[in-house]
Nanobody, 119 residues
């Protein structure tokens, strides 16, 4: 069973910052695209940002310029630096690892970490 472990969630005031991290096994981290998704109550789970094994990044339009995704391959850690947080970004944030095989997608999920943006 592949384990992705998130940390760094919590309560932050509007306009504040948080840094999330996610660890993954070496054989996953080495080749999988890693990403962060978030899901608020009664909403679907949406992509926030992703980074390929080669370092190419992608962001949801709503977080561009405020969030930064990065990965440290030596430490097998992925990060999400979140700045200027908004109350509507309160959600459970999930770490994801995804690999596209020729005929299927293989992916794993962490258990999630709660981010609450509130005064």
């Amino acid at each position: 069973q592949v384990q992705l472990v998130e940390s760094g969630g919590g309560l932050v005031q509007p306009g504040g910052s948080l840094n999330l991290s996610c660890s993954a096994p070496a054989h996953i981290f080495r080749v999988y695209t890693m990403g962060w998704y978030r899901q608020a109550p009664e909403n679907q789970r949406d992509l926030v940002a992703s980074v390929t094994s080669g370092g190419l990044t992608d962001y949801a339009d709503s977080v561009k310029g405020r969030f930064t995704i990065s990965r440290d391959n030596a430490k097998r850690l992925m990060y999400l630096q979140m700045n200027s947080l908004k109350p509507e970004e309160t959600a459970v944030y999930y770490c994801n690892a995804r690999f596209l095989f020729p005929s299927e997608v293989n992916e794993y999920w962490g258990e999630g970490t709660q981010v609450t943006v509130s005064s």
